[in-house]
C-alpha cells in the first residue's frame, strides 16, 4: 500500500505544477495545493483575496476552479483517471476540492492537446482582427465548458451593445471606488520578486473596439499598443450557473479554463472578461443576455491575434504555493 502511495504522490505533485500556470483575477493566484500522497487538495488563500473587487471570494473561487481544471487535465493526458469531491469538509469551507487518483486511463485526443496548450496559453488584451471566429469553433467552445458543469452562452450580434455598455459602467464604478484603485495599483505595480500581480507592459493603451477592457494601466506605465485592430472578428462568450454559491462558482472556473485551452488548441486568441461581472448592477445587466434564468460569472473575449505572442505574467514559485 506504502508503493502505491508513493506512486501516486508524485503525480500529483506534477499536477499541482502545472496547475500553477492557471489565470487568475489580477493574477492573484490565490490557491495552496497539498499533496497527501493519496489525495491532492486544492484550498483557498484568502490573504490574496481582492477584498474591493471581490468581497465574496467568487472570482476567488472561480480562480481556484481554473487551477482544478488544469491539474485534472494535467493527470488525465499523463494516465491518471481521478475522482473530484468539490467542497469535502462543511467544517473547512477553503478546503476547496480533492483529487485522488482512482486508476489508470487512456487519455483522450483532447485531453493531451489542451495538457500541452497550457504551456503556452496566455491572456491576449490586444484588439482582434476583422477575422471571424468560425461558428463551428465557438459551438467547440460552448460544448467544452458545458462539460464542466456550467452554461456557456454565446452573445448574439445584436446584444453586443448591451455588453459594451455594461463594460463601460464597470470601468466607470470601479475606477470611482478608492479601493479598488488601490487594489489595481498595488497589483499593477508588484515587485520584480513577488511572482504575481498584472504588469502594465501586459495591457493595452485605450482604443475603439467592439467591447472595452478594463483599463490596467491608469496610473501610468509600460503599456502595449492596440495596433489597427477594433475586435471586429472577435465573439464572446458568457459562463453561467443555476446557482450563485461556491460550488456553482468552481464549475464556472472549470468552464473559464476548458475554454481558453480549446480555445488555445484551435489557434484563437483569448481573454477572459471578469471586470463586468465584479459589479452588481452590470452583472444583473448582463442576466437580460442569457436565455434563461441563472448567474452571470464571467465572460470570455476570442478571436484571432495579428501576430505575435503578448509578455507572459509571472507564477509565483512550486515551493510557495504546493505544500507536500
Not at 469531491?85 to 476540492?97: E, F, G, K, S
Not at 477594433?230 to 454559491?245: C, F, H, K, V
Not at 488555445?264 to 448582463?286: C, K, M, N, W, Y
Amino acid at each position: 500500500m506504502a508503493t502505491e502511495h508513493t506512486d501516486q504522490a508524485q503525480p500529483l505533485r506534477d499536477a499541482a505544477r502545472t496547475a500553477l500556470a492557471a489565470p487568475s483575477v489580477f493574477n492573484t493566484q490565490p490557491w495552496h495545493w497539498q499533496t497527501t500522497g493519496r489525495k491532492l487538495l486544492l484550498r483557498a488563500d484568502r490573504t490574496r483575496q481582492l477584498h474591493g473587487a471581490d468581497p465574496d471570494g467568487r472570482m476567488l473561487t472561480i480562480s481556484c476552479g481554473v487551477a482544478l481544471h488544469h491539474a485534472r487535465v494535467a493527470l488525465a493526458a499523463t494516465g491518471h483517471d481521478t475522482e473530484v469531491t468539490l467542497l469535502p469538509d462543511p467544517a473547512d469551507p477553503d478546503l476547496l476540492a480533492e483529487l485522488a487518483i482512482v486508476g489508470p486511463r487512456e487519455p483522450r485526443l483532447d485531453e493531451l492537446q489542451q495538457c500541452a496548450a497550457i504551456r503556452h496559453r496566455r491572456t491576449d488584451r490586444r484588439p482582434f482582427t476583422s477575422q471571424p471566429v468560425p461558428e463551428p469553433a465557438c459551438h467547440a467552445l460552448v460544448i467544452t465548458g458545458e462539460r464542466q458543469g456550467a452554461h456557456v452562452h454565446l452573445v448574439a450580434a445584436d446584444q453586443i451593445p448591451v455588453l459594451a455598455l455594461a463594460a463601460v459602467r464597470a470601468g466607470a464604478l470601479q475606477l470611482s471606488d478608492p479601493e479598488y484603485r488601490a487594489e489595481l495599483a498595488d497589483w499593477t505595480h508588484r515587485p520584480p520578486w513577488s511572482g504575481d500581480g498584472v504588469p502594465t507592459a501586459t495591457a493595452v493603451r485605450a482604443a475603439p473596439r467592439r467591447v472595452p477592457v478594463r483599463d490596467y494601466a491608469p496610473f501610468g506605465g509600460e503599456t502595449m499598443r492596440p495596433g489597427p485592430d477594433t475586435d471586429a472578428g472577435a465573439r464572446y462568450l458568457m459562463i453561467y450557473t443555476d446557482e450563485d454559491n461556491p460550488a456553482a462558482w468552481l464549475h464556472a472556473g472549470q468552464a473559464l479554463s476548458a475554454i481558453l485551452l480549446t480555445a488555445q488548441v484551435d489557434g484563437l486568441g483569448s481573454a477572459p472578461i471578469s471586470d463586468i461581472t465584479e459589479v452588481g448592477a452590470t452583472r444583473d445587466d448582463l442576466r437580460r443576455l442569457l436565455p434563461g434564468l441563472g448567474h452571470p460569472q464571467m465572460c470570455v473575449r476570442v478571436g484571432h491575434a495579428r501576430c505575435g505572442l503578448p509578455p507572459p505574467t509571472a507564477r509565483r514559485s512550486y515551493e510557495e504555493s504546493v505544500s507536500t
